[in-house]
């Protein structure tokens, strides 16, 4: 364990110790070996990319609706419908994470073949990370596409409550070994998951990320889960994204929509019915293969060739800076503030799990 700074903000912890803890805790509570190490392996894909909003910080809810109910222990998912390159999916209520790899993996089989396939939720869980599934199809040399939607916590553009979800798109293609172009971003202005991070470490947050109950502009993170709601970005284009991620992760697939589905932080014995949808682009249905990485590489270094503006560090592809925190964690540890940490420390104890620090 390292302190980061000398208020004390900030502890690292080696990966493995993380994924060993998550992993063996989610073993405790039902989950098959194969499914924990998933779930775990998403939250330490999330934290090692600096996407801390969606790392461990979410552990200890995973864990409370597996304990109550809300999220099955062992789902049996389901093909609903199926043809050549689509497939519907039932989750039976189970761990995002372990549906949506199931679904990742069954679109890229498909794929091959096909050389699209779209692979639809229902009955699912809060899924994660959206760029956990897309990496994993870029890591196959295929171009990928995640998205999900979710509970209401965004207000529609000009309306003064939360309507919508914020609903998450990630998009990845291969490019070099172990360097995907990765893009991984929500349609509000910031992810719910920092605000409830800043709320927790007793911080401040700026103002244009979130609106109060009573639809004025707050720095105080707590206004948000007191009835205020996260605003779009781009004003009318990141709410006009967001209904159009709602009608293929929602309404096409025959999930829970809008306010349908149940505020998955607070309603831990209820189930979610989220819905996501999946992508999977062979490219060599295209082109070959090494013909499409050095025509990306010829846009890629066109575009980092841009001078950088004044003040700026450089020009850098999407999921870049990502590839870089990533690098520095694996080798210096992921750091948990400490309050973070005091809830993991709670859940050692309740599981009788160490953590070493």
């Known amino acids: 364990m390292s302190k980061g700074d000398e208020k004390g903000m900030e502890i690292r912890i080696e990966e493995g110790n993380l994924r060993g803890f998550c992993e063996n805790i989610l073993?405790?509570?039902?989950l098959s070996r194969e499914d924990a190490f998933i779930v775990s392996d998403s939250l330490l894909f999330s934290n090692l990319r600096g996407i801390d909003s969606h790392g461990v910080v979410r552990f200890p809810y995973y864990v409370r609706r597996l304990k109550e109910g809300g999220t099955k222990v062992n789902p049996r998912i389901q093909k609903i419908r199926e043809k050549g390159a689509s497939v519907l999916l039932d989750g039976d209520n189970g761990m995002g994470q372990v549906i949506g790899m199931y679904a990742t993996r069954l679109a890229m089989e498909k794929a091959e073949e096909t050389g699209v396939c779209l692979a639809g939720v229902k009955g699912s869980s809060h899924y994660g990370v959206a760029s956990y599934y897309t990496v994993k199809m870029a890591e196959a040399d295929m171009i990928g596409l995640s998205m999900t939607n979710g509970p209401p916590v965004m207000a529609a553009w000009g309306g003064a409550e939360a309507v919508i979800c914020n609903n998450?798109?990630?998009?990845?293609?291969?490019?070099?070994?172990?360097?995907?172009?990765?893009?991984?971003?929500?349609?509000?202005?910031?992810?719910?998951?920092?605000?409830?991070?800043?709320?927790?470490?007793?911080?401040?947050?700026?103002?244009?990320?979130?609106?109060?109950?009573?639809?004025?502009?707050?720095?105080?993170p707590n206004d948000l889960?007191?009835?205020?709601?996260?605003?779009?970005?781009?004003?009318?284009?990141?709410?006009g994204l967001t209904v159009m991620l709602e009608i293929l992760a929602g309404v096409l697939t025959g999930a829970g929509?809008?306010?349908q589905?149940?505020?998955?932080?607070?309603?831990?014995?209820?189930?979610?019915?989220?819905?996501?949808?999946?992508?999977?682009?062979?490219?060599?249905?295209?082109?070959?293969?090494?013909?499409?990485?050095?025509?990306?590489?010829?846009?890629i270094q066109e575009i980092k060739s841009c001078p950088p503006a004044e003040g700026s560090t450089g020009v850098f592809f999407p999921g870049e800076v990502e590839l870089q925190v990533e690098e520095e964690r694996r080798k210096?540890?992921?750091?948990?503030?400490?309050?973070?940490?005091?809830?993991?420390?709670?859940?050692?104890?309740?599981?009788?799990?160490?953590?070493?620090?």
């Not at 073993?27 to 039902?30: I, L, R, T």
């Not at 990630?170 to 991070?197: E, F, N, T, W």
């Not at 209820?270 to 990306?296: Q, W, Y």
Request: hydrophobic fraction near 40%.
């Open 332 to 357: 210096r540890g992921i750091p948990l503030s400490e309050a973070v940490l005091e809830d993991l420390k709670g859940m050692s104890e309740t599981y009788e799990e160490p953590l070493e620090t």
């Open 257 to 259: 929509m809008l306010g």
């Open 27 to 30: 073993v405790k509570v039902g």
């Open 225 to 239: 889960p007191d009835g205020g709601a996260l605003l779009p970005f781009g004003e009318h284009k990141g709410y």
């Open 168 to 220: 998450p798109l990630s998009i990845a293609a291969p490019y070099q070994a172990g360097r995907p172009i990765v893009l991984d971003i929500a349609m509000s202005r910031v992810a719910g998951g920092k605000v409830r991070l800043a709320a927790k470490n007793k911080q401040k947050i700026p103002v244009g990320w979130i609106i109060d109950r009573h639809g004025r502009d707050t720095e105080d």
């Open 261 to 299: 589905v149940p505020m998955w932080l607070k309603e831990i014995r209820t189930p979610l019915n989220v819905g996501h949808c999946f992508i999977a682009i062979n490219i060599e249905s295209f082109m070959d293969l090494e013909g499409f990485k050095k025509r990306l590489d010829w846009v």
